[in-house]
């Protein structure tokens, strides 16, 4: 810049020139003042120059911000999908910018795209296949850097320019290239943007040099004949070559009307020289000061900060802008030593600074490039700049101008990038990358210490329900309130990170004992399972979790993940909310597990499996019902092999999905052929939690039945193990409610009493029919708990209005104390083992119903004979258990059977007299029976433990008092 002012010097040759030829003045002052008018138009026209200079440069410079910082979402995860990718762009193309589009290009093809809406076309593109576009890429490949292309003619309409940026992956220690980002923008928003508008500048301007290649480039914007005799040129760098910008003030650079100032010199002679030459000096003069004017209100208005600093070190002007942006007026900054003290700007950049005002440096020896600065706003606000500087000096004026570029937006978004890059955007806790990173530091140090290093991951259990009950808001606030519970019960020391959904991972640094980490994850477990607070929510959550140790697991950081991760699963698998040490034996269990679910893969395709049918009666009217099917798997190697020696390896898997599937297809197809051989039996199959909350469950089934048009829906009953209903009763009891009410097919409860809440499990859920537990069946002859267990289930389901089914039933005994309880159906070895397809129709053609049951369904109980025939069949089982020691001491494993209050006969009798079926009289009689039976009891017991040779006269004494006990039963009765 140059000030336009006063010169004594030029009114001093003024006045000497008065007395000279017409022709020698005239002359003189028509040169003197079209120089000076030329000059002036000279500084006005580099002033507007390098304000849109200095426009496209800061514009550009945002742009070229935004490119450099997108290689990082693709090192980081290479497989980004295009749902994130969206994500991650919607923060970058705003009306900040004029960016239309933002391409992802895995080995030079677009498969990402954002916007996505009007640049479908683009998608699919091979940079190879375009040649005006593969040689910029292709220049951005080979050289590693970021390459500025354009103005193009974009293919969904308009111009552009193109930025490329090559994007490279770090691995083993080799950099390999991934493909090209290249982000759009509009080149006409952005020349626009930048002042660009034409009509509307004071100057003609005109930039060439496409695609970077300055002088040898073709045109980027403006007028092209400007170039033909440019005098006022200006190097715009770009991040691979540069563009050439031209100026020339509105009409030329040629003003005729001072030629009518010599006309009129030669027409009126020497006796006006002296009135022209002071009119001339005093335009001149006004001339000077407006421009001048014009100067000082151009830097005022820019939108950009200035500064202006003189030779003693003070500031001569603060442009508005500045005092805008930063809060500082001229009354805050008045010497460079203010100006130190509010910014954080480079000591070497000070230092240069300082020597021009002293005069120690030339101006060609000041920065030539802008350096990075952090300035301290007036009100506490921090914001970055990019500070330049450039010297003025000519006749008028010897000052230094600093230029400020506010570059906190890009900054801003810089960082934004990169927490994304490092943090879970949720929780705020370290990635996987970062983890990684604080795994290999927290090796090294576990080496130097020679202590150990423990590798958690976490699971929270039934999460699910919570996202699909109360929404995915509800789940987002309950992860973070989780990532604040483990920070607040880990160590300064130890690192957290989210992998992704409900995983966790921690990394626990100077463990010295296995007991240690078992502490802190006891403390982090109980801090997890206390209820969560939500909008008025109270949800209840606990977690699962296992650990890997290193060295004493000395493998790399994905391997110790995997081996904490299958701890885990063993920790859900003994009942969750708990955790697991990682050891060598249960990773070979996941491997022989991972084995078995790829041959049973196998398995079906080769048609290796088969189903078994266990029969299923109603002992009051001796009927066969129906049958369960049972999976059996032919095994080529190690034949028949039951369920349970295959399907707890597939667990949660979608093995067992498809195991569930053909299941479905065979039983359907077999329940077919039996009803159209006139067998109108219901085939009960087992569906697991996971096949039944598979996507589209329902469909399939609907297709199953669908190819038999003329089998009845409801003779197909799923099976549904009470403890899968545990984790979501809502979900599950919405599924079942379809499969009973639009399907038609019916719905068991299988294993009931095994679950924590089989009243909620009865309200709640669409069953037709409960099957009791074998396990409790089994043992209810035995052990008093069993058989309140079976009762309490029997009577719970009938309030309900549900029928009961016993499993497990071996002898008729068990059918007898069942139908005593009036629970008529019934499954078990008992009637009939499970049998192949083709030998079902067979057996049921040979079928004799059990005559003891149908002789007890024919009678009529009141309470007290129900009552005393429940008490006789234990007594039975008591004798006969204890006649077993006669033959085998070891035979007796309950010794609290020897108990009188404590074994089931006792107990049972304590319920009779509660019940108050008897009289005092007959009670009392059973009392004193029972105890002499008793005595004889323990008295046989006693002598099979001494090994006495009379053994056989106490067991006929016991059973004489046995007998005489049943004898007094059947006589009230």
């Not at 020497?270 to 001339?280: K, S």
């Not at 991972?505 to 206390?530: G, P, V």
């Not at 006789?872 to 020897?898: A, F, P, T």
Request: glycine content about 6%.
């Amino acid at each position: 810049m140059r000030r336009l002012t006063a010169s004594k010097p030029l009114f001093h040759s003024v006045i000497v020139t008065i007395g000279l030829l017409l022709l020698v003045a005239a002359i003189y002052v028509n040169n003197l003042v079209q120089a000076r008018y030329h000059s002036a138009l000279i500084t006005q026209t580099q002033q507007q120059l390098s304000q849109y200079h200095n426009r496209l440069v800061t514009n550009l410079q945002n742009h070229i911000q935004i490119v450099r910082g997108l290689p990082g979402l693709f090192v980081v995860n290479p497989d980004l999908t295009q749902a994130d990718y969206e994500i991650a762009m919607a923060h970058l193309i705003n009306s900040q910018n004029q960016l239309r589009n933002i391409a992802a290009a895995p080995d030079m093809v677009i498969r990402y795209m954002y916007p996505v809406e009007d640049n479908e076309e683009a998608i699919g593109l091979d940079y190879r296949k375009v040649p005006e576009q593969f040689a910029a890429a292709e220049r951005s490949r080979t050289s590693g850097d970021l390459v500025l292309a354009g103005p193009l003619t974009l293919r969904q309409g308009g111009n552009g320019l193109i930025t490329r940026i090559p994007v490279f992956l770090n691995s083993n220690d080799r950099a390999s290239f991934w493909g090209i980002i290249s982000a759009v923008i509009d080149s006409d928003a952005f020349f626009h943007a930048s002042g660009l508008i034409e009509g509307e500048m004071p100057v003609e301007l005109a930039i060439r040099g496409k695609d970077g290649l300055g002088e040898a480039g073709e045109m980027v914007w403006g007028n092209s004949e400007l170039f033909n005799s440019p005098q006022l040129t200006m190097r715009l760098d770009l991040p691979d070559g540069y563009w050439q910008l031209v100026a020339r003030p509105l009409g030329g650079w040629e003003f005729n009307r001072y030629i009518i100032w010599q006309t009129r010199i030669w027409v009126f002679g020497i006796a006006l020289l002296g009135f022209i030459l002071l009119t001339a000096f005093i335009r001149f003069m006004f001339s000077a000061s407006l421009a001048n004017l014009k100067f000082r209100n151009l830097i005022e208005s820019s939108p950009f900060p200035y500064l202006l600093i003189n030779r003693n070190k003070q500031f001569s002007f603060i442009n508005a802008s500045f005092t805008e942006i930063y809060g500082y007026q001229s009354a805050d900054l008045q010497v460079l030593k203010d100006w130190w003290g509010k910014a954080e700007i480079d000591l070497g950049f000070q230092r240069q600074i300082e020597q021009w005002c002293e005069g120690l440096i030339d101006p060609s020896e000041l920065p030539e490039h802008s350096i990075e600065i952090t300035i301290h706003c007036q009100g506490g606000q921090v914001r970055h700049a990019l500070l330049s500087c450039a010297a003025l000096q000519d006749t008028f004026s010897d000052e230094l101008l600093l230029v400020v570029y506010d570059i906190t937006q890009s900054k801003q978004q810089q960082e934004t990038l990169e927490l994304m890059a490092h943090y879970d955007m949720l929780t705020k806790l370290p990635n996987r990358v970062l983890f990684a990173d604080r795994f290999i530091q927290a090796v090294a140090h576990s080496k130097r210490t020679e202590t150990w290093l423990g590798v958690c991951f976490l699971d929270l259990d039934d999460f699910k329900p919570i996202n699909d009950n109360h929404g995915h808001n509800i789940g987002d606030q309950v992860l973070v309130q989780v990532a604040q519970r483990l920070k607040d019960n880990v160590r300064d020391e130890d690192t957290l990170s989210r992998l992704g959904g409900d995983e966790f991972a921690i990394l626990f640094r100077d463990l010295e004992s296995h007991i240690q980490c078992e502490r802190m994850l006891t403390r982090i477990h109980e801090a997890l399972a206390e209820p969560y607070y939500i909008d008025g929510l109270k949800l209840q959550l606990s977690a699962s979790s296992g650990v890997a140790i290193y060295p004493l697991d000395d493998a790399d950081l994905d391997t110790l993940l995997r081996h904490a991760d299958q701890a885990m699963y063993q920790a859900k698998l003994v009942g969750r909310n708990t955790f697991r040490l990682f050891n060598p034996q249960q990773n070979q269990q996941a491997i022989e597990k991972h084995a078995i679910q790829g041959e049973l893969r196998q398995a079906i395709a080769k048609d290796q499996l088969t189903l078994f049918y266990q029969p299923e009666i109603n002992m009051r009217t001796g009927d066969v019902i129906g049958v369960e099917a049972l999976i059996r798997w032919q095994h080529p190697e190690k034949g028949l092999v039951l369920p349970l020696d295959f399907l707890p390896a597939i667990n949660g898997t979608d093995t067992e999905i498809a195991v569930g599937n053909w299941v479905i297809q065979h039983a359907v197809s077999q329940l077919a052929a039996l009803h159209d051989a006139g067998h109108n039996l219901v085939v009960s199959i087992n569906i697991s939690a996971t096949h039944l909350q598979a996507p589209g469950f329902t469909h399939s089934l609907e297709q199953a039945l669908a190819g038999y048009p003329s089998l009845p829906a409801h003779l197909l009953q799923l099976e549904i193990l009470e403890t899968s209903a545990l984790g979501d009763v809502r979900t599950i009891s919405q599924i079942l409610h379809v499969c009973r009410e639009k399907i038609g097919v019916q719905v068991a409860l299988d294993d009931f009493g095994t679950g924590y809440s089989s009243l909620t499990h009865l309200r709640h859920l669409a069953a037709n029919l409960v099957k009791v537990d074998q396990t409790f069946v089994r043992n209810m002859l035995d052990d008093a708990s069993d058989f309140n267990i079976i009762d309490g289930v029997i009577g719970l389901a009938r309030a309900f209005n549900r029928q009961v089914i016993a499993e497990g039933v071996e002898t008729t005994e068990h059918g007898k104390l069942l139908l005593l309880l009036n629970c008529e159906l019934a499954q078990g070895y008992g009637i009939a083992r499970p049998m192949p397809a083709d030998n079902l129709v067979p057996w049921l053609s040979a079928y004799q119903p059990n005559k003891a049951w149908l002789d007890m369904a024919d009678k009529s109980y009141t309470s007290a004979e129900r009552a005393l025939a429940v008490w006789s069949l234990l007594i039975d089982r008591w004798h006969l258990q204890l006649q077993k020691c006669v033959g085998d001491y070891d035979q007796l494993e309950n010794l609290s059977m020897l108990d009188v209050d404590k074994c089931h006969c006792g107990i049972y009798l304590m319920q009779i007299q509660q019940q108050q079926v008897l009289t005092t009289e007959n009670l009392q009689q059973f009392i004193v029976l029972y105890q002499q039976m008793h005595t004889a009891g323990k008295a046989l017991y006693k002598a099979i433990e001494r090994e006495a040779v009379d053994v056989k006269v106490y067991s006929a004494r016991l059973t004489e008092a046995t007998e005489k006990l049943q004898k007094s039963i059947k006589e009230l009765s």
